[in-house]
């Protein structure tokens, strides 16, 4: 086991591919493109061609740098219409307006990070219902259902895909 930059990474022996080094999730976008000398330099000393590394630095840096996708429907469940609803997930808020009942509306965002909702829904008679639920996770797509009754905001079982 190695450790980099307060990062560990775990070299596989020769039963493996030559050289190959695994480096967890938290090695995203950001950090993988600044260690990527250093990475070249490890996979190099590994006797790995050329052309391997350029193909697994492609890969690596495409998969660490492309954001997850995620939507949710909200749909009214109560009695009176849905004036204001905001919903902040992964550093991002998206507003719906004017939702009437047993209708939905839709809202999308990008998955940047692990993250939950914030969910504030503002009825047409001033009431006021707040809650975080649910919970994303960098690395999978989200499709998920926030529904709001009269007393109450909840999120139906999230269908997931992986990247």
Same mark, same amino acid.
């Given at each position: ?32 493109? #600044? ?5 070249? @330099?490890?996979?190099?000393? *590994? /006797?790995?061609? +050329? ?61 940047? #990070? ?5 969910? @504030?829904?503002?009825?047409? *008679? /001033?009431?006021? +219902? ?34």
């Amino acid at each position: 086991m190695l450790e980099f930059s307060g990062y560990q990474i775990e070299e596989f022996g020769e039963d493996t591919a030559r050289g190959a080094i695994w480096m967890p999730d938290i090695l995203r976008c950001e950090s993988t493109l #600044s260690n990527l000398p250093w990475i070249l @330099t490890r996979m190099r000393k *590994s /006797g790995v061609p +050329l052309a391997s590394i350029g193909a697994a630095l492609i890969s690596l840096v495409m998969a660490s740098c492309t954001p997850n996708k995620g939507d949710f429907l909200l749909t009214n469940k109560s009695n009176e219409t849905i004036a204001r609803a905001t919903v902040s997930v992964c550093n991002q808020t998206i507003e719906l307006n004017g939702i009437q009942p047993n209708k939905s509306a839709s809202g999308f965002y990008e998955v940047r #990070s692990d993250s939950h909702y914030d969910v @504030t829904v503002e009825f047409g *008679s /001033g009431k006021t +219902l707040r809650t975080q639920i649910g919970y994303v996770t960098h690395g999978l797509d989200y499709h998920d259902e926030v529904v709001v009754t009269d007393s109450g905001i909840e999120i139906s079982d999230a269908k997931t895909k992986t990247q």
